[in-house]
Nanobody
Framework: QVQLVESGGGLVQAGGSLRLSCAAS????????MGWFRQAPGKEREFVAA????????YYADSVKGRFTISRDNAKDTVYLQMNNLKPEDTAEYYC??????WGLGSSQPEYDYWGQGTQVTASS
């Protein structure tokens, strides 16, 4: 059974940093591309960042480019999202997801096969 478990969320002041982790099990992690999405209250879930299987290619939403960094450790079956200079508009539930392959850049939800349960990030002003 595939499981993706996010951790590292919390409450932080605007301008602060958090690092999210997503630990995968039940799949061969190195064979999956990974992504992060988020959903704010009353809004649709949106793309944040994606990384290919080797970690050599990454892609970001414009809203987080230059502030967030996605990375992965295939030896630990874990993908990370380093979030710096957090803003109140970054407040959302953050989800990691796994894709056997990307059709495009990994920004579309149908590209993903498995999803985690989410971790809450709140950036207060």
């Amino acid at each position: 059974q595939v499981q993706l478990v996010e951790s590292g969320g919390g409450l932080v002041q605007a301008g602060g940093s958090l690092r999210l982790s997503c630990a995968a099990s039940g799949l061969t992690f190195s064979r999956y591309a990974m992504g992060w999405f988020r959903q704010a209250p009353g809004k649709e879930r949106e793309f944040v960042a994606a990384i290919n299987r080797s970690g050599g290619s990454v892609y970001y939403a414009d809203s987080v480019k230059g502030r967030f960094t996605i990375s992965r450790d295939n030896a630990k079956d874990t993908v990370y999202l380093q979030m710096n200079n957090l803003k109140p508009e970054d407040t959302a539930e953050y989800y990691c997801a796994a894709a056997r392959d990307f059709w495009g850049l990994g920004s579309s939800q149908p590209e993903y096969d498995y999803w985690g349960q989410g971790t809450q990030v709140t950036a207060s002003s």
